[in-house]
């Protein structure tokens, strides 16, 4: 399908079963792995970077495509180098632009055996696994979480341990604290030391029997935002909790401040409009990347003036997202600026919007998913390409359809 045109509901009351979270499912699986596959991993996502990863550490054939999935890229590469076995690692032409020589190259001051068979310090990778023996590395902070997260995770695998040293600024702080406790919930010692240090001790995992998958409160974003954005909407999204290891559980509060309350009940939430939405809105999202694309688009369509910073990973995403949202939201008639590739802000400057804007996804995900809401101000919006949703919520223009909205699939 090339397009889909969206209509919104005159208001929303609905239930809504999220994907589960992609954060938490990539991470158990690979620690589960390490663990033998001893436990049971129950409520696993659907999506396509869950579903790479299911086939890659099920079949292990010497060449795996990863297609677009970059946690799966990140993790797999660290994982392939202490399993026994060689390997090709690749994926889309995008893939293949998105750098990985920070945890190439972490791996490699470990002792693994990592070459690239294209570009230097970018996919496909040509590794071959076996036991590392050293067990400290340095690397900075201020780059993908997942290449910390994809080294914690091997940690407990290697013969003395890994100490981790993270020099600079640290972004998406909550993704590592996310697996650490995923990686403690199997038994891992592993914990900062100080800000900018961490270690796992040498002790193999043990799985529990089961592990239940919390639902993506990166999804549930683009339900408090279609709540934001509507005039009247009550919206129930079960298997989220209030205790949340996800960084992007922060999206409640963030909500609060656009008029939009989360009510908790006993694990699901219920968003209702509440509030007064506040005149200006500044953060940093250097621990919510993923949650940018959503507060710019409800921002602009509320009239409401931001600055959002902490943006630098976005230039390293599916797309360049600081790019990719400058022109679409300009499709709309809003004007956003760009400062140092960290800071995107929109001061209320609008041009002339397109009579019917079509908006573009550049195989990105959450472009799709954060556009689609501003159908609801705009009564009528094109999404182009939209079967990137795939990637982390394949249901999600059906679960537009369940909430009212009108979906229209051309050719």
């Known amino acids: 399908m090339k397009r889909i045109i969206l209509t919104p509901p005159d208001k929303i009351q609905t239930c809504i079963a999220l994907p589960s979270s992609k954060s938490i499912c990539n991470r158990a699986l690979?620690?589960?792995?390490?663990?033998?596959?001893?436990?049971?991993?129950?409520?696993?996502?659907?999506?396509?970077?869950?579903?790479?990863?299911?086939?890659?550490?099920?079949?292990?054939p010497s060449v795996i495509d990863i297609g677009a999935a970059g946690t799966a890229m990140r993790f797999l590469t660290a994982f392939l180098s202490v399993h026994p076995g060689t390997h090709t690692l690749t994926g889309t032409q995008r893939m293949q632009q998105r750098p990985i020589g920070i945890l190439a190259d972490s791996l490699r001051a470990?002792?693994?055996?990592?070459?690239?068979?294209?570009?230097?310090g970018?996919?496909?990778?040509?590794?071959?696994?076996?036991?590392?023996?050293?067990?400290?590395?340095?690397?900075?902070?201020?780059?993908?979480?997942?290449?910390?997260?994809?080294?914690?995770?091997?940690?407990?695998?290697l013969k003395n341990g890994l100490t981790l040293n993270l020099?600079?600024?640290?972004?998406?702080?909550?993704?590592?604290?996310?697996?650490?406790q995923l990686m403690q919930s199997f038994v891992a010692r592993a914990s900062w030391i100080n800000d900018h240090q961490l270690r796992v001790e040498a002790h193999p995992y043990t799985?529990?029997?089961?592990?239940?998958?919390?639902?993506?409160?990166s999804a549930a974003s683009y339900w408090y935002e279609i709540c934001a954005l509507s005039p009247q909407a009550e919206i129930e999204l079960p298997g989220l909790f209030r205790e949340s290891p996800q960084g992007d559980a922060q999206v409640a509060s963030l909500f609060a401040s656009l008029g939009v309350a989360t009510h908790y009940e006993d694990n699901k939430v219920t968003l209702r409009k509440s509030g007064t939405?506040?005149?200006?809105?500044?953060?940093?999202?250097?621990?919510?990347?993923?949650?940018?694309?959503?507060?710019?688009v409800t921002c602009a369509l509320m009239n409401i003036p931001f600055r959002f910073e902490g943006l630098q990973s976005l230039k390293i995403k599916e797309t360049d997202r600081m790019a990719a949202l400058i022109n679409e939201m300009r499709k709309l008639g809003y004007v956003?600026?760009?400062?140092?590739g960290r800071i995107l802000a929109w001061e209320g400057k609008r041009c002339t919007p397109d009579a019917a804007p079509c908006i573009d996804t550049y195989e990105d995900h959450r472009m799709a998913m954060a556009f689609a809401p501003a159908c609801i101000p705009l009564k009528r919006l094109t999404i182009n390409h939209p079967q990137v949703v795939s990637k982390s919520y394949p249901h999600y223009w059906t679960d537009l359809q369940s909430a009212g909205f009108i979906v229209k699939e051309e050719d």
Not at 167 to 180: K, V
Not at 277 to 296: E, G, K, M, W
Request: aromatic share 8%; with cysteine; charged share 15%.
């Open 277 to 296: 939405p506040v005149s200006r809105f500044t953060y940093n999202f250097i621990d919510q990347p993923d949650l940018a694309q959503t507060f710019v």
């Open 167 to 180: 020099t600079g600024d640290i972004i998406s702080r909550p993704y590592i604290n996310l697996t650490l």
């Open 110 to 120: 470990l002792g693994a055996e990592i070459s690239y068979t294209g570009n230097e």
């Open 336 to 340: 956003l600026e760009e400062t140092d």
């Open 30 to 60: 690979i620690i589960n792995a390490l663990a033998q596959n001893s436990a049971k991993l129950e409520n696993l996502s659907d999506c396509d970077d869950t579903r790479v990863m299911i086939q890659a550490l099920q079949n292990m």
């Open 207 to 217: 799985a529990p029997a089961s592990y239940y998958v919390e639902s993506d409160w």
């Open 122 to 157: 970018y996919p496909p990778l040509h590794i071959t696994g076996h036991a590392l023996t050293k067990h400290e590395v340095t690397l900075p902070g201020n780059v993908s979480s997942q290449y910390i997260s994809a080294l914690l995770m091997i940690g407990p695998a």
